[in-house]
């Protein structure tokens, strides 16, 4: 099974960065997505890790490590529109099937 | 390509009401995967199909619940003698088997709404 962590709520203001921390214990590994949640919508996919450090997309990068089970998405020059939650997700090295954390709900203030 | 679709959007039913949700999933898609999220919580996994073939079930999936995907398209999701703790978000979601790099992507879900 997994166990997903991610801190429950954040704020920041509009032009800031914000850091989303992810741990996880996993029996296995392929694989840590992060998705974007604006309320009453669908998750869309945002970020994809399989291999230790970071990737870069355009204002958002995320960075894992695989031996400390840990991941980051980094969120640079927030804007309004970027206040939404945020899900960390990580595939079993047996399946195709995600495991989400919680969810971080990331307020952006003017 | 128009994405996953789901539908109906919403559905209020009554406690002990059958009700039965339909997704479309991306048409080149091989997998296809039923979720359910209340608030404040992440998507919860339910089922998955590769093709027709339902691979595996959450213990989550009570017997009132069954899903089906006939011809591996489209997939339905049927819960029966509804209960207020079913009332929740159900989300579809599509992916292809490529070795496991491949993000799922998710329809706008149905809102249950039990009462």
């Known amino acids: 099974g997994q166990n997903i962590d991610q801190p429950t709520e954040m704020t920041a203001t509009e032009g800031a960065i914000v850091q989303i921390n992810c741990t996880y214990q996993t029996s296995g590994f392929n694989g840590l997505f992060w998705y974007q949640q604006h309320a009453g919508e669908a998750p869309t996919f945002l970020s994809y890790n399989v291999l230790d450090g970071l990737e870069e997309k355009g204002r958002f990068s995320s960075f894992l490590s695989r031996s400390k089970g840990y991941s980051y998405l980094l969120l640079k020059e927030l804007q309004m529109k970027d206040s939404a939650s945020y899900l960390c997700a990580v595939r079993d090295g047996n399946d195709y099937k995600l495991s989400f954390g919680a969810g971080t709900t990331v307020t952006v203030r003017a | 390509d128009t994405g996953v679709s789901q539908d109906p959007r919403h559905k209020i039913t009554k406690r002990g009401q059958n009700v039965t949700f339909r997704c479309d999933p991306i048409s080149e898609h091989n997998r296809l995967y039923w979720y359910r999220q209340t608030l404040g919580q992440g998507p919860e996994f339910l089922t998955y199909f590769q093709n027709e073939a339902q691979l595996e079930k959450s213990r989550l999936l009570s017997d009132r619940f069954s899903a089906e995907r006939p011809k591996g398209s489209f997939s339905t999701l049927e819960i029966q003698r509804t209960e207020q703790g079913d009332s929740a978000m159900y989300l579809c979601?599509?992916?292809?088997?490529?070795?496991?790099?491949?993000?799922?992507?998710f329809g706008n879900g149905t809102r249950l709404t039990v009462t």
């Open positions: 979601a599509s992916s292809w088997v490529d070795g496991g790099t491949s993000p799922l992507h």
